[in-house]
């Protein structure tokens, strides 16, 4: 009987699968041992040596110069023991694009990354210390210093914002300039780690950001205190909460941006308007609740007495950037904007005829529209109804629009080209902007008291609406200094593809989407397909 089971064990299916796995792996081990062997097909087997010879199987211990095959700025040397094939010498090695970072110069991920030299001065034993095998040779190892955490009192340290050496060497600061940026010095630079807050915490994830953060994250009191019966902020035990509002919108960001759309049904948020910018944000109000309609916002506040309102926009997960109205252009380029909005940002617009309006001119796409929330709209006192007339007599002046007024809110339009500026009466300022003047041209620019020059091509304009304008190339594209002219189309449409590929490997492979990013900083935008796709064509 025992013997009877162990042949009806043989005869089950799970063991004639595995026999016949078997057989069938050993018939291609020998047809692959067999194919290898035939002089015409040889199978290469690359060493990591840094010379250029490789090891040809099955011909083992001959070794052949593939510096034709392989471009390497080395000088050949063939083994003294086996055979060489002479090759022609390779032509001169183009200098290869050397990348500082783990993004090589196509913008792909690369472990072949330049670290830098070492510094001799700095590889001393400080105590805090990490070794680095060199790979050079047995015992090659570098001791290299870590960066040492930055004093608690810097843990919201900006080096070019609080370079307070820099800020006491200004002549005036009666127009903002302190808020402006002043980096240090080359040999000042910041060379200590600036640490989180105590007790940080990881972010709560989108959408719930938008309502609640983390207190130990922002440990910021001052805006509770102030603005806190305007329904801006409240603290709950260990989180910020934040209702909504602001001090022009008590009843919350939705019904505001609901009177908006009906006073200006043009404006048509997530369809004509998509990317706005918040002047003034304070915690951000604004900027969150559009997202939900579809729109881009950037949300901007200068470091001032409120602390940083940035840390909120970013801590809920709304774009936001520290920026400032004072006497330079902001780092944004002409027409980048379809609505710029000001509640009670408490900017003085009409000061120096107007200057710092002539700089939301310029960020205004022609056609768009400023909108603005303050007291002189509303109240009629005797010194608010001035400062109303002037900004009536300077927007005039400027050919806006005063499309509609209601409530809180005034809202005027950009002309769509230069008819109204030409028509003006001689000597009417501010004057138009010189032919020559490069509107895009922001770095460290001082603000310019005239008329950005709309294109007459219609350039800036005329856009598709949302969401076709994500995969169709502006007009605006063929004014944009780069190499290519005719062929500027195709690459916008090319690199969308390229970084949709990319970041859908990046979704698959490192699980992107358990990780719930919010804030990304994109450090070389290009066309912008990366953010595009991150952040909409690729999310599903």
């Known amino acids: 009987m025992k013997a009877s089971a162990g042949l009806d064990l043989f005869k089950t299916p799970l063991v004639l699968k595995i026999a016949g796995f078997t057989l069938i792996t050993l018939t291609f081990f020998y047809l692959g041992k067999h194919w290898s062997s035939n002089g015409d097909q040889q199978v290469l087997f690359f060493s990591s040596s840094p010379g250029t010879s490789v090891g040809v199987s099955p011909n083992y211990g001959k070794s052949f110069n593939v510096t034709a095959l392989i471009a390497q700025n080395q000088t050949d040397t063939p083994s003294s023991d086996s055979a060489a094939v002479e090759q022609p010498p390779p032509p001169p090695a183009k200098e290869l694009d050397r990348t500082f970072g ?3 110069g196509d913008g792909k991920m690369s472990d072949d990354f330049e670290v830098g030299e070492v510094d001799p001065e700095v590889v001393e034993n400080w105590g805090n210390e990490t070794e680095i095998d060199s790979g050079a040779g047995e015992g090659s190892r570098a001791k290299i210093k870590r960066f040492e955490l930055c004093p608690e009192s810097m843990r919201e340290y900006i080096p070019c914002l609080d370079n307070v050496e820099a800020i006491k060497k200004l002549k005036s600061t009666e127009k903002g300039e302190r808020f402006e940026r002043h980096c240090p010095e080359k040999e000042k630079e910041l060379n200590c780690l600036v640490p989180p807050p105590k007790g940080y915490r990881q972010p709560l994830p989108w959408p719930r950001s938008r309502d609640e953060v983390w207190f130990s994250n922002v440990p910021h009191t001052r805006l509770v205190d102030d603005k806190g019966g305007q329904n801006w902020i409240t603290k709950a035990k260990d989180k910020f909460r934040f209702p909504g509002g602001g001090t022009q919108f008590i009843h919350g960001a939705d019904q505001y941006l609901d009177q908006i759309s009906k006073m200006v049904p043009d404006i048509a948020f997530g369809n004509h308007t998509r990317v706005v910018l918040d002047v003034g944000c304070g915690v951000a109000s604004f900027g969150a609740y559009l997202l939900s309609r579809d729109v881009v916002p ?19 997960g709304v774009p ?3 920026a400032a109205f004072a006497t330079h252009r902001l ?3 002409s027409q980048a904007f379809e609505i710029i909005h000001c509640s009670r940002c408490r900017i003085n617009w009409t000061r120096d005829d107007g200057i710092l309006l002539l700089e939301v001119n310029r960020m205004m796409r022609a056609g768009g529209y400023f909108a603005w929330a303050a007291q002189p709209v509303y109240k ?17 002046r400027l050919c806006w629009e005063l499309v509609k007024k209601e409530g809180y809110i005034a809202i005027w339009q950009k002309p769509k080209n230069n008819s109204c500026y030409l028509s003006r009466d001689e000597g009417v300022s501010p004057p ?3 032919q020559d003047d490069d509107p895009d041209k922001v770095w460290y620019v001082d603000l310019k008291p005239c008329i950005t020059r709309i294109p007459e091509n219609g350039y800036g304009a005329n856009v598709t609406a949302w969401p076709a304008r ?29 970084w949709s590929e990319i970041i859908s490997g990046y979704v698959r492979a490192w699980h992107w989407k358990q990780l719930k990013l919010r804030n990304v900083l994109d450090m070389k935008a290009g066309f912008g397909g990366y953010p595009s796709c991150l952040s909409y064509a690729c999310s599903n």
Do not use: G
């Open 102 to 104: 783990i993004i090589d």
């Open 432 to 434: 138009l902007c010189d």
């Open 298 to 316: 950037l949300s901007i506040a200068p470091k001032d007495v409120h602390e940083n309102q940035i840390q909120f926009a970013l801590e809920r």
């Open 380 to 396: 009629h006192e005797q010194a608010l109804e001035e400062q109303w007339e002037e900004m009536l007599n300077l927007t005039t």
């Open 470 to 498: 994500l995969h169709t190339p502006p007009d605006r594209l063929q004014s944009i200094q780069m190499d290519a002219y005719i062929s500027r189309k195709e690459l916008f449409k090319a690199e969308s593809k390229y």
């Open 331 to 333: 780092l944004y380029p």
């Open 320 to 322: 936001a950037m520290v």
